[in-house]
């Protein structure tokens, strides 16, 4: 190589702006601090998407007037449910293959059964049930 070669290729490198980013260390609070607002982000869009879906969504196969009264567990996939539906409480055997009537009651007789509030059981539910049950062995 010729000496012009040299001190063209030396003005070239003095000419060039320094490599500032490349031999910097990196901004670690900066980064973190991006990354945790970005986390943030994307939980709070999660956040108000679940709660858009729930606010809009309605329940498949909802009625107005039927209510579940109470419920009480006979076996491991196997229930006793209690439904009002107008004005008459349903007494539902629900398994994981059907859905059967065991019994109807009026709304007056099922009033000790269940509370005000139409998610809880108030009363003696399994105890009625329990009696109820024995009954129907002893008529056999």
Do not use: C, Y
Not at 20 to 37: E, H, K, N, R, T
Not at 50 to 57: D, M, N, P
Not at 106 to 133: C, N, T
């Amino acid at each position: 190589m010729t000496p012009l070669r040299f001190t063209h290729l030396a003005l070239l490198l003095a000419a060039s702006p320094p490599l500032a980013a490349a031999d910097a260390p990196p901004d670690v609070a900066g980064s973190i601090g991006q990354m945790v607002f970005g986390l943030a982000v994307v939980i709070g869009l999660l956040l108000t998407g679940l709660w858009l879906i729930k606010r809009l969504s309605v329940a498949r196969g909802a009625m107005t007037g039927l209510k579940v009264l109470g419920a009480a567990p006979v076996g491991p996939r196997e229930r006793v449910v209690l439904v009002e539906i107008a004005g008459k409480v349903l007494v539902l055997g629900v398994t994981s293959a059907s859905v059967n009537t065991l019994h109807t009651l009026s709304a007056d007789e099922a009033a000790g059964l269940v509370g005000s509030d139409p998610g809880k059981a108030a009363g003696d539910f399994p105890g009625w049930l329990k009696r109820a049950m024995e009954r129907r062995n002893d008529a056999r």
